[in-house]
């Protein structure tokens, strides 16, 4: 039998503030409902998906999961969003048989990917090793697209509140909001929320 759990995470404590975990919390009992699952035990925290080590919460989880176990998260953007990091963590856990769901990116859970390295096996060498990397280079993009798409939205801030400024007539650096809310609005931003 295995154990079934769910991970949450947001950036911040202040991205906690304005946001909280309700959209993903939703969308895991949602899933659970539409699954016939029950969570085990519900991870969650705030903090930087950046990497692995500095997330208390993940390492609780990562050191009780076991081969056959399944974890859920909303997307992948809650597991990391750090491409190199990301695709070694993703295929330590694959290869310990610990499956990954990842709601709003079928695509690169875990059961799919298995089907598609399956695929690959059965294949010739140049096909096999053709569809092994083309297996990978999917998981690489999907995180790198979540680290690209959080750059782009904390550019187009930045870019915005210049072009915003000097319209207004405002000094540039002075805005309506205080500086406390605009770096909380700016940090969730980053982390795509």
């Known amino acids: 039998m295995c154990n079934v759990y769910s991970y949450m995470r947001i950036s911040t404590s202040e991205e906690r503030e304005l946001q909280k975990f309700t959209r993903q919390e939703s969308a895991l009992q949602r899933y659970a409902k539409e699954n016939g699952i029950e969570y085990l035990l519900e991870f969650r925290e705030d903090k930087s998906g950046k990497n692995f080590t500095q997330r208390r919460q993940w390492q609780k989880l990562e050191s009780i999961v076991q081969p056959g176990d399944m974890i859920v998260f909303k997307d992948i953007c809650r597991f990391t969003r750090e491409a190199e990091v990301g695709d070694m963590k993703y295929m330590?856990?694959?290869?310990?048989?610990?499956?990954?769901?990842?709601?709003?990116?079928?695509?690169?859970?875990?059961?799919?990917?298995?089907?598609?390295?399956?695929?690959?096996?059965?294949?010739?060498?140049?096909?096999?090793?053709?569809?092994?990397?083309?297996?990978?280079?999917?998981?690489?993009?999907?995180?790198?697209?979540?680290?690209?798409?959080?750059?782009?939205?904390?550019?187009?801030?930045?870019?915005?509140?210049?072009?915003?400024?000097?319209?207004?007539?405002?000094?540039?650096?002075?805005?309506?909001?205080?500086?406390?809310?605009?770096?909380?609005?700016?940090?969730?931003?980053?982390?795509?929320?």
């Not at 690959?120 to 096909?127: E, I, R, T």
């Not at 297996?135 to 959080?150: C, G, H, S, T, Y």
């Not at 550019?155 to 000097?166: N, P, V």
């Open 92 to 193: 330590e856990l694959l290869n310990k048989g610990i499956e990954l769901i990842f709601i709003d990116n079928q695509t690169v859970s875990t059961s799919y990917i298995k089907q598609l390295l399956n695929v690959a096996k059965a294949q010739n060498l140049v096909a096999g090793t053709s569809l092994e990397s083309t297996v990978k280079l999917l998981l690489i993009v999907e995180l790198d697209r979540a680290e690209q798409e959080r750059k782009i939205t904390v550019q187009r801030i930045k870019d915005g509140m210049e072009a915003s400024s000097k319209r207004s007539g405002r000094a540039k650096g002075k805005h309506n909001i205080s500086r406390n809310t605009l770096k909380k609005y700016i940090e969730m931003v980053k982390n795509g929320k």
